[in-house]
């Protein structure tokens, strides 16, 4: 049985179309699908109208409710934990993925020479303006933090159970799902499709969002920030010793008479902030190694409700 999570997250407008494109998975699996639900403590109706009209359809599923928004990644994880199928597929909700690739990469799972295959979007069909800062966005991921992913990124996939399973042991906070795959490894494998223009409502992916996420996977991935600034360490200490050598040579010729005000507070001003940049990101790792030693939920299932005939 294959499982298909769905995080939900201000997908009211959607809601119908979702429901219908999942029937139709479901016919042409020939029952034997299982979705599961996990609205993401959307503010919107998405739980109301999905507690609505569940019962109705003939596909078996699962409705959880987070107690608040804990992010798509985490409700993909709840609905991974959730989930009884032996292979395990993630779809968005605002249906800009075609859900025809969930057949053919279960088609791919069931064929037992893969453990994981990855949606790699060829194009998009998106406004310019959005598909340029996506561009620049994963091209700065794949330069320095991931470089195996995608150009275009990676909005859904498809793993088997081991995966799923081993995928679940890595309980991190601040950290990035679609790096996790990635670094886990296993056997793996890619279909291309294009990405559908956004029809109903607008992306909660903003940009604030995406800053956030860049840095968590950075601080999570990769040393890079404590590289650069090593590296602006040593080219600032070139600089100041050259400059000291300047400031000597200067002062033996005569040429300096009176004490550099402006210089000296340029340089006080430099390292303070370079001091400060440097706390900066020794902070932020320790922060997210606090984090990690409260052994918090990830997510809290505040109400989880079974529809279809295997839950009656």
């Avoid at 949606?119 to 406004?127: A, L, Q």
């Avoid at 090593?230 to 070139?238: D, L, M, W």
């Avoid at 050598?245 to 340029?266: D, N, S, W």
Wanted: aromatic share 10%; proline share 4%.
């Amino acid at each position: 049985m294959l499982t298909l999570v769905i995080p939900v997250y201000r997908n009211e407008g959607s809601i119908p179309q979702l429901l219908s494109a999942v029937d139709q998975l479901n016919e042409r699996l020939k029952n034997d699908l299982e979705v599961v639900f996990v609205v993401d403590g959307s503010p919107d109706n998405c739980y109301e109208l999905l507690r609505h009209d569940l019962p109705k359809r003939t596909f078996r599923s699962q409705l959880i409710l987070l107690s608040r928004n804990f992010g798509s990644f985490m409700a993909i994880r709840t609905g991974f934990q959730f989930g009884s199928g032996q292979r395990f597929a993630v779809m968005a909700a605002d249906l800009q993925e075609p859900p025809e690739l969930i057949l053919e990469m279960n088609a791919l799972l069931m064929a037992q020479d893969v453990d994981v295959v990855v949606g790699v979007r060829e194009g998009r069909d998106d406004p310019l303006l959005s598909r340029m800062a996506s561009k620049i966005f994963w091209g700065l991921y794949r330069r320095y933090v991931v470089p195996e992913i995608p150009l275009g990124g990676v909005d859904m996939f498809a793993c088997n159970k081991p995966f799923r399973d081993t995928l679940l042991t890595l309980e991190e906070r601040h950290s990035s799902l679609i790096a996790q795959i990635f670094w886990l490894g296993f056997r793996r494998t890619t279909v291309k499709y294009t990405r559908q223009k956004r029809e109903h409502g607008v992306s909660a992916w903003t940009l604030r969002k995406k800053i956030n996420y860049m840095m968590d996977s950075v601080f999570a991935f990769t040393d890079l920030p404590i590289r650069l600034l090593i590296r602006v360490g040593a080219a600032g200490s070139i600089l100041a010793l050259l400059f000291g050598l300047v400031v000597v040579l200067a002062k033996l010729e005569g040429a300096i008479t009176v004490p550099g005000y402006a210089v000296t507070m340029l340089m006080i001003t430099l390292l303070g902030s370079l001091n400060l940049m440097g706390l900066g990101v020794v902070g932020s790792y320790a922060w997210r190694t606090y984090e990690n030693t409260k052994n918090r939920p990830l997510a809290i299932p505040m109400r989880v409700d079974k529809f279809g005939e295997a839950h009656e």
